[in-house]
């Protein structure tokens, strides 16, 4: 592993634990709402501003993309994506489904990524030169696709329409009969997906922070997206599905996501 992958997963792990500290003091939190059920805190705040600080100083001419404002151009072709605590409604509510996110995006595509849900004890890293690993040890290869009992994560943003919301769920359980699962949190869904919880994932209004960390994880892995990153920038606001070629095949018939 090269020093990057190790640097990355250090500033990921300590910024894992400014977050608990907010997490295990959540009552005495400072929340502000950016929109309908798209919460931010102190605690979204500070994180990013760690993790920004912590690449700028090791990155120097990398840009810098987060959540929460930071915004860097950078010198290098390269991004570093940044979520501080995606799925902050589950943070602010006592759940253990969120996650700090942290993606490199490079020529054109992610490449390399380290998520760490401390309140589950759980960092998953992968990318470039990096088989996909869940604390240090290789993750296990995924089961095989079988459509008697295949299973998705569903995420839909706050912002999109309630109506376009409920057609995905009605594609899903009416037109391809698949079981379903709701995390409220897209990293979240993302690491049932490495850890063969579910198959798959679709994503309705998703940002590109929300997912950069994982993506590359579950590269290697053998899953892929139908994200165009060359029609869809880091500020788009992303309709996509992700999994197996054969998850894929399935939920390719789904027209909310054309």
């Not at 090791?58 to 810098?64: E, K, L, N, R, Y």
């Not at 979240?188 to 922070?209: E, F």
């Not at 165009?228 to 070629?245: M, N, V």
Request: aromatic share 6%; glycine share 12%.
């Amino acid at each position: 592993m090269n020093n990057q992958h190790l640097r990355v997963k250090a500033i990921a792990a300590e910024a894992g634990q400014i977050a608990l500290r907010h997490f295990r003091d959540a009552s005495a939190l400072e929340v502000d709402s950016k929109g309908p059920l798209d919460l931010v805190t102190a605690a979204d705040r500070e994180v990013e501003g760690f993790i920004c600080a912590e690449l700028s100083r090791a990155f120097p001419q990398d840009g810098i993309f987060g959540e929460e404002g930071s915004t860097i151009k950078g010198t290098s072709g390269r991004t570093w994506v940044i979520d501080p605590i995606d799925g902050t409604f589950n943070f602010v509510r006592g759940s253990q489904h969120w996650g700090v996110s942290i993606g490199l995006f490079e020529q054109g595509r992610p490449v390399f990524g380290v998520v760490n849900a401390p309140a589950c004890g759980e960092i998953f890293a992968g990318g470039n030169d990096l088989p996909a690993e869940l604390n240090g040890k290789p993750l296990q290869p995924l089961p095989a696709f079988r459509r008697d009992h295949a299973a998705i994560g569903i995420g839909i943003h706050p912002k999109i329409p309630a109506d376009r919301g409920i057609a995905i769920f009605n594609e899903v359980i009416a037109d391809l009969k698949l079981a379903y699962r709701v995390t409220g949190s897209s990293v979240t869904s993302l690491i049932d997906i490495a850890k063969g919880s579910v198959d798959g994932y679709v994503g309705l209004g998703i940002p590109s922070w929300d997912i950069l960390g994982m993506l590359p994880c579950l590269e290697q892995l053998g899953v892929r997206t139908t994200i165009d990153w060359q029609k869809s920038g880091l500020d788009s606001d992303l309709a996509f599905a992700c999994g197996s070629g054969a998850m894929l095949d399935v939920l390719g018939r789904m027209t909310q996501l054309r």
